[in-house]
């Protein structure tokens, strides 16, 4: 079975530092991953997704992340934070199969300190 | 024009009551899903249904009743609410294209007291 792992619950930042947001897969065929956003008291959106294309993967937002093999992650990043980046944050991957479903991560809680 | 909209967005009831939460899209994609947010963030899946049926069925209380009247429609039933149901519970829809996320409905919030 496909899955992913971020470590920790909570990741603060000043406003304008970098942010970086883990995440590692576990997945014996190309994953396809995903990451969301979702704001106090609002849906997920989808921030970008791999599959399979580039290796660097740009989003909305002006976040990214990168594909590496080698190491199975997957993390985020955004090189200035913003407050209203503020949110939950979650890693997903979309299984193999007919029926595939999008296993989430526990998510991680960003902060953005003034 | 909302892609993924969700009704009731609040819902309180008291135990053992029998609730329902209704889903459209208007995307146009042919599966469904829905999921349960716990108080900790913990987002998981309960049910898929793919052109009205369905093909995922997590280990879900069978007091949980999905019903799909049309691709376009996916409503949770809940009969006798107990107070570990409450929880954020979204809506989602996609195709079935393993390169497509899914698109999320802003939630319902279901408080049982």
């Known amino acids: 079975a496909q899955s992913v792992t971020q470590l920790g619950s909570h990741v603060s930042v000043s406003e304008g530092a970098l942010v970086l947001l883990r995440c590692n897969y576990s997945?014996?065929?190309?994953?396809?991953l995903f990451w969301y956003v979702q704001y106090p008291n609002q849906g997920l959106q989808l921030l970008l997704k791999?599959?399979?294309?580039?290796?660097l993967v740009k989003g909305i937002n002006g976040f990214e992340a990168e594909f590496k093999k080698s190491e199975t992650s997957f993390h985020l990043t955004k090189p200035s934070a913003h407050m209203r980046d503020a949110a939950e944050y979650f890693c997903a991957v979309r299984s193999t199969g007919a029926n595939s479903k999008l296993t989430f991560g526990k998510g991680i809680t960003l902060s953005v300190r003034p | 024009d909302t892609a993924v909209s969700q009704t009731p967005k609040y819902l309180v009831t008291q135990m053992g009551n029998d609730k329902s939460i209704k889903c459209e899209q208007n995307?146009?994609?042919?599966?469904m899903y829905w999921y349960k947010q716990d108080s900790k963030k913990f987002l998981k899946i309960m049910f898929s249904y793919n052109n009205k049926e369905l093909i995922i069925n997590e280990t879900v209380p069978n007091r949980f009743s999905p019903k799909s009247p049309d691709k376009a429609h996916l409503n949770l039933h809940i009969n006798s609410l107990e107070l570990g149901d409450s929880a954020v519970y979204f809506c989602?829809?996609?195709?079935?294209?393993?390169?497509?996320?899914?698109?999320f409905g802003s939630g319902t919030r279901l408080t049982v007291v």
């Open positions: 791999y599959t399979s294309a580039a290796t």
């Open positions: 989602a829809s996609s195709n079935r294209d393993r390169a497509h996320g899914y698109t």
């Open positions: 997945s014996s065929v190309p994953p396809y």
């Open positions: 995307l146009g994609h042919d599966t």
